[in-house]
């Protein structure tokens, strides 16, 4: 399945690719396009659109950052995507310090984007610091 959002990937556009390609749709292609785009994409190529600024398929509902709404939709019913989901939430939302680790997330993420890499380049960085991240998580989960 083709998976569409807005290029220039900072937060919960690394978040959601890392939970579509690791958790829902390993086989996923992923594509980023200009946001005024990804709707006109989405239709002509038969592709999910998500975190598209309250037009996506999957987007920011109720509070929530698009990265939740996935795991909520998917049933992915894991406490380390839990934790995982808090950090990002706190990252990518107002909520700055939902959790003690959000600052740093969106940190790392700002620091990609004054970087001025290639949406595919920060998505190889990204899903590096998603892997430890998440095996962080697990980490902190079970010993809890």
Known sequence: MKWVTREKVKVDRVACPWLIKRFIDPEAELLFVPADEVLEVAER?????????????????????TFEVLIEEHGLDDPALRLLADIVHGADTADRDYTPQSPGLRAIAQGFHYLGIPDEERLAHGFAIYDALYAWC???TRNT
């Not at 190529?45 to 950052?65: F, L, N, P, V, W």
């Open 45 to 65: 190529e038969g592709a999910i659109s998500y975190d598209a600024k309250g037009r996506g398929q999957y987007d920011h509902r109720e509070g929530k950052c």
């Open 138 to 140: 697990q980490h902190a």
